[in-house]
């Protein structure tokens, strides 16, 4: 089985068309799976709706603690992308052995429709969570970085390898 942690982010945005702004209402991730016609053993919880550039360090170690408790091995977290990497370097620092815990994010709202990119990174982490050996990585664009080897290139809006 494959536990997925909801933690908020762009991912599950949504648009108020009156105000212009976005904002959570729920988490969209049970549709995206049945959409993809995931067919993988999951468990979805959801441990806050909270933007990355808000998360603190309380919020991590929610994260963490659930990390540490999940009785399986393979652990998705779906994030916001501006703080995604900070995350990823707090739960490498919490030295939780043996799982392989990937964090995953969008760009663009999966309420948006077809122009959000969270459909293809969903599936990409969840590939990738399957296969990776025990760590942390982050998985974007259809790659994956090891926690301490990614950076969001503001420019591009794509993550990339330090460098």
Same mark, same amino acid.
């Given at each position: ?9 762009? =991912? #599950?945005?949504?648009? !108020? ?33 909270? *933007?990355? &550039?808000?998360?603190?360090?309380? #919020? ?10 999940? $009785?399986? !091995?393979?652990? &998705?977290?779906?994030? $916001?992308? *501006? ?13 939780? %052995? ?6 995953? $994010? ?8 077809? /122009? /959000? *990119? $969270?459909?293809? !990174?969903? @599936? /990409?982490?969840?590939? =990738? ?5 025990? @760590? ?9 970085? *090891?926690? !301490? ?10 993550? %990339?390898?330090?460098?």
């Amino acid at each position: 089985m494959i536990q997925v942690f909801v933690t908020g982010g762009t =991912f #599950d945005k949504e648009y !108020n068309y009156i105000t212009g702004e976005l904002y959570f209402k729920d988490t969209h991730l049970q549709e995206m799976f049945e959409l993809g016609r995931c067919t993988v053993d999951i468990d979805i919880k959801t441990l806050m709706m909270v *933007d990355s &550039l808000e998360m603190t360090d309380a #919020d991590r170690e929610i994260m963490t603690h659930n990390c540490r408790r999940s $009785g399986t !091995n393979k652990i &998705l977290i779906t994030h $916001g992308t *501006d703080g995604i990497v900070d995350t990823a370097g707090h739960l490498h620092q919490a030295n939780i %052995e043996g799982k392989t815990i990937v964090l995953t $994010g969008a760009m663009i709202p999966y309420a948006f429709g077809t /122009s /959000s *990119d $969270g459909f293809f !990174n969903l @599936g /990409s982490a969840l590939a =990738f969570v399957q296969t990776l050996p025990p @760590g942390v990585y982050v998985v974007m664009n259809g790659r994956y970085f *090891d926690w !301490n080897n990614v950076v969001k290139n503001k420019k591009t809006g794509l993550f %990339e390898e330090r460098g």
